[in-house]
Structure formats: structure tokens, C-alpha cells
């Protein structure tokens, strides 16, 4: 199984992005929020996470191999989320993913069903049953800044600031205010060493 190609971004069709690495092109589907983040690098280097699945229908005998290709890790995590809810599928959550990761899962965390269903083939009651079965799985992708969420960035710091917004939200603030205490303290990028170091950082901000 293919996880990750490199290579150089020959061309970007509306839906994908061929990649030529070694003796070889190579056609990756990606999402569009992905799609316009390649546009300033066509004939530069690229690196993209992939997903490997089987497009077609068996019963017919014809089944075509078929890349999904991901700027990072967390946004690979957030496509494998939304595919495992009955009745999306590769395939639609390919073409519903037009916005970015972080608003999608905001619209998750949120129950806001009327936001969900403006993606392109999530009407509302599949928006419900994403809502149902992944709202309390959105933390760390409704807290997701791109620049913090490179391959390989720091996954305890990712978890330290879920366990934040956890952790306010059992003291009884709203998901989107904990979010919001969470991202101002850590503006810029800072790091924090443990959960009691960021609330302490989220109480001086907010007594200063």
C-alpha cells in the first residue's frame, strides 16, 4: 500500500493532482480544500499522504486502483473519520470535502446540521448522522491550524490542547468557547509541556 508520495506536480486537473516521481506519473484524487493549497506549486516538489481504495462495482468485474492524496496527517485522520459513517463512502466524502478540515469539524462539534448540508452530496440526514456519530471525536480537528499540524509535528502538544478544551468544557464553558480560550493562549505557535501548564496560561490571560 502506497502512504505517501513525492514527486513533482506536473499538473493539477479539477479533482487531481499528477505527480511525476521517478520513470512514473502518478494520478491522486485530492479533496478541494487540498486542491487550491497545490495551485501556487505546479513544477516544484511535492510531498502528499495518501489512501489507496478500489473504485468500481465487482459484480461487474472492473475495479480500478485509485490514490487520495492529504497535505498532513491530521487532515488523512479527519477523511478516514468521515468515510467510516454509514452511507459516505471514499468516493462522496472525496467530492463533500470543498471546505477546510477545521470548519467542517467546527460544524460537527457544533450539531450545526444547516452547515453540514451545503457540502456537496451531504443532505441533512446524512449531516445528523455525521453529527451523531463523530461530534465527540472533533476536538483536535475543530482546534486545527494548519501550521500546527505538519507530518510528524508534535502529537503531545495536539494532545495537551484537546485535553484543554476537554477539560473546560467539564467546568462547564460552551465546546466554542473552550475552543476559543484554547486558541488564544496558544497564538503564535506556543507550546505547552502539560494540560495544567496551558490552563494556567488560558487563567493568566484571561486575569492579566
Known amino acids: 500500500m502506497i502512504t505517501r508520495i513525492t514527486g513533482r506536480l506536473s499538473q493539477l486537473t479539477a479533482d487531481a493532482a499528477i505527480v511525476a516521481a521517478g520513470a512514473f506519473e502518478y494520478e491522486v484524487h485530492v479533496p478541494e480544500f487540498v486542491r487550491r493549497h497545490l495551485q501556487a506549486s505546479i513544477n516544484q516538489e511535492i510531498s502528499l499522504l495518501t489512501i489507496e481504495y478500489l473504485d468500481g462495482n465487482p459484480a461487474h468485474g472492473k475495479l480500478i486502483p485509485r490514490m487520495i492524496g492529504f497535505m498532513n496527517a491530521a487532515e488523512r485522520e479527519f477523511f478516514d473519520a468521515i468515510c467510516s459513517v454509514d452511507g459516505v463512502g471514499m468516493k462522496k466524502a472525496l467530492r463533500a470535502m470543498v471546505r477546510p478540515v477545521r470548519d467542517v469539524a467546527i460544524a460537527i462539534e457544533e450539531q450545526n446540521v444547516k452547515e453540514l448540508s451545503t457540502l456537496p452530496g451531504i443532505g441533512a440526514a446524512l449531516a445528523e448522522r455525521i453529527i451523531a456519530k463523530l461530534r465527540r471525536k472533533m476536538t483536535r480537528f475543530a482546534l486545527m491550524v494548519e501550521r500546527d499540524f505538519p507530518a510528524g ?53 484571561e486575569h492579566s
Open 153 to 205: 509535528s508534535d502529537e503531545a502538544n495536539r494532545g495537551v490542547i484537546a485535553d484543554a478544551h476537554d477539560a473546560l468544557v467539564s467546568l462547564g464553558h460552551t465546546p466554542q468557547d473552550a475552543r476559543q480560550k484554547v486558541e488564544a493562549a496558544c497564538a503564535g505557535g506556543k507550546k505547552f509541556k502539560d494540560l495544567q501548564d496551558l490552563l494556567e496560561a488560558i487563567y493568566r490571560r
